[in-house]
């Protein structure tokens, strides 16, 4: 049981009893689940910090250009040595 969700209604029992309780468990069980929030927090993080990165070099675009071009090229590096 996962977020209070039975798994109950998985089982492939056709008891016309049974079939109603477990209709209604997954109805309720689906409603839960359409109602969480998918959240991404790597990619929220990455974007943080590459905004505050920006934020940082404000005024010097030339500096910012060469981080850029060295990160670039560092990850090329990094994925070449990993295939």
Do not use: H, P, W
């Not at 089982?11 to 689940?33: A, F, H, P």
């Not at 974007?47 to 990160?71: P, T």
């Amino acid at each position: 049981m996962t977020f209070g969700i039975s798994q109950d209604f998985l089982q492939d029992d056709s008891s016309e009893g049974k079939c109603d309780t477990e209709l209604s468990e997954y109805k309720r069980s689906q409603r839960l689940v359409q109602s969480l929030r998918v959240v991404n927090d790597l990619a929220e993080s990455e974007v943080a910090l590459i905004q505050e990165f920006n934020s940082s070099l404000k005024g010097d675009e030339e500096q910012k250009q060469y981080l850029l071009q060295v990160i670039e090229n560092d990850r090329k590096q990094f994925s070449a040595s990993t295939n």
